[in-house]
């Protein structure tokens, strides 16, 4: 498994941007499936984005698909997620994800960060 930090959240207003990162320990990261997922109080976490090994397929739910942007360096051992036109529905603490599957679904992925809150005001 790898070890994952997050950082990079904040408070923002709505149509503005932020960018998260992830940075990852261990030899191995270039191997794993990245992802960030979000979650609000009392909802199951939701997948955001996904970006395999190759860092060239990226794939992106359809709520924050033309808004958010994620990449990965393996050279770093980091992965990003760039957020823009941010929207108050937005508002959730953000998770990297490291998984050896290319799904969506959170229980696929087996490390994890503690976890960036963002917040968007209208």
């Known amino acids: 498994q790898v070890q994952l930090v997050e950082s990079g959240g904040g408070l923002v207003q709505a149509g503005g941007s932020l960018r998260l990162s992830c940075a990852a320990s261990?030899?191995?990261?270039?191997?794993?499936?990245m992802a960030w997922f979000r979650q609000t109080p009392g909802k199951e976490r939701e997948f955001v984005a996904r970006i395999y090994r190759s860092e060239a397929s990226t794939y992106y739910a359809d709520s924050v698909k033309g808004r958010f942007i994620i990449s990965r360096d393996n050279a770093k051992n980091t992965v990003d997620l760039l957020m823009n036109s941010l929207k108050p529905e937005d508002t959730a603490l953000y998770y990297c994800a490291a998984g050896r599957y290319g799904t969506t679904r959170w229980t696929d992925f087996g490390s994890w960060g503690q976890g960036t809150q963002v917040t968007v005001s209208s």
């Open positions: 261990g030899r191995t990261f270039s191997t794993y499936t």
